[in-house]
């Protein structure tokens, strides 16, 4: 974890340095992760981005991302002879950090929208439920074994969002981002708060 927030602040270094002058912004966000590879893939995510403008609508953009899912379903079946009733978990946890472009497509009085995108270091930790077969005599016991999985890899994510400017240093938005952190495509919906600095 304490190479993810080096990385983080290398990250926004370089961005101060290399941007050219121009107004700043960042963001907090957070909402709802699907984990499509999960018994229950209903998740959360929040995150942070920078942002810093080199020309009127385009713009360098660093985030950080974290999403997290713990859950579990039931499984209730006979097979053969024995009945079984298994609650199979759940646990996966993703971080993503990345730098990018991104340009507003659209500008006019206080709407603008967006599109962005970012490549980087995606960390990918899952622990999840599987139900297993033994043979015990001549039948079989099905029996629950959990499976770990540690990824370190490259992440990239995509962005698509709307901001409202309330203030001339305060927004509020929505968006969508697909993330593809590990080896599956997760796909989330935010709300998003943006302060221009």
Sequence with gaps: MKKLFLIIGITLISLNTFAQKGKSQIAIFGGYEGFVELHDNKG????????????????????????????????????????????????????????????????????????????????????????????????????????FERISRFGVSASLGYDYLLTDWFAVGVNYTGWYVGYDYRSTYNVKLTFTL
């Design 44 to 147: 959360f995510n929040v995150g942070a981005e920078y942002k810093s403008y080199f020309l009127d609508r385009f713009y360098l953009v660093a985030n950080f991302h974290a999403g997290l899912n713990d859950g579990s379903k039931r499984a209730k079946y006979t097979n053969g002879k024995n009945d079984y009733d298994f609650v199979l978990k759940n646990k996966a946890r993703d971080y993503m950090v990345g730098l990018g472009v991104g340009a507003d497509l659209l500008q006019i009085n206080k709407h603008r929208i967006y599109l962005q995108g970012t490549a980087g270091l995606g960390i990918y930790r899952q622990d999840k439920d599987g139900i297993h077969s033994a043979a015990a005599g001549n039948e079989s016991m099905d029996y629950v074994k959990t499976h």
